[in-house]
């Protein structure tokens, strides 16, 4: 079984409903079995890889002027982040809470990838958590060192 296969069953018992996504190749557009998600998310062995990224994503881009200030922003907020990082595609404004593992060439047991893949998914739901309001405050027109949360990190 490929590891994409393994991937929708772990989601599977973990309560996800993972729905191929058209546009994420080997990826999952995911949603809680309970009701919906607070945010897309997304999980994804890359093409090419044994690997596995959970990404979680603003809802909203950020608007072209304001990006510069967001990317100023991730310097900070990904060191008080041990779990994932927060990442922005310049082009879109889309930003992403990222967490992965590169499994390089272990082999894994369907109890262990099952442990892992729901770190990633907690983690990357966190790390969106944590700094989505910061984020959206800054592609509001917040000038980063105003915001309080930034420099004391996301509590």
Known sequence: MSLGDRLHAVLASLQ???VPDSEV?????LRP????APWP?????PPGTHGVVVLSVLPDPVPADRR?????ALGPM???TPGGCVEIDLES?????RAGLDLGVCE????QLTALVAGLVDASLGTMGAWREVVEAIAGGTDPDDIELLRAGAA
């Not at 079995?33 to 919906?36: A, L, R, Y």
């Not at 998310?41 to 062995?45: L, P």
């Not at 404004?93 to 809470?97: K, N, P, Q, S, Y």
């Open 68 to 72: 510069d200030a967001v990317v100023a």
């Open 25 to 29: 190749d080997g990826g999952f557009h």
């Open 93 to 97: 404004g889309e930003v992403r809470a």
């Open 78 to 80: 990904n060191l008080r």
């Open 33 to 36: 079995s309970d009701g919906p």
């Open 108 to 111: 894994v047991e369907d109890d």
């Open 41 to 45: 998310v997304v999980a994804a062995v």
């Open 16 to 18: 996800w409903l993972a």
